[in-house]
């Protein structure tokens, strides 16, 4: 018995456009020195990978890390401060 089976290779679309920036593209891009880049990727603070030594960082990750710098940051003026629970006796 012969089994006659064809085997088809799935055909993926060529994509011009980079998965993932190295260190050196990721830091070029926010104008920011490679270390800091790698500091962002110790501590977890951007999304990352590695293929063989080399570590990636996707491009969503790029665009993420801008946003969260760009968030709006708590604005202390316009929180009331009271003195509840203190006396205010004067001497």
Do not use: W
Request: proline share 3%; hydrophobic share 35%.
């Amino acid at each position: 018995m012969q089994n006659n089976t064809q085997r088809t290779a799935a055909i993926l679309p060529i994509r011009n456009e980079k998965l993932g920036l190295t260190v050196e593209e990721f830091a070029k891009e926010l104008g920011i020195a490679r270390t800091s880049v790698l500091n962002l990727v110790n501590n977890r603070e951007v999304e990352s990978y590695k293929v063989l030594r080399r570590i990636y960082i996707p491009r969503e990750a790029l665009n993420a890390y801008i946003d969260k710098c760009h968030r709006p940051r708590f604005d202390a003026s316009s929180v009331r401060v009271g003195s509840a629970g203190r006396s205010s006796k004067k001497v």
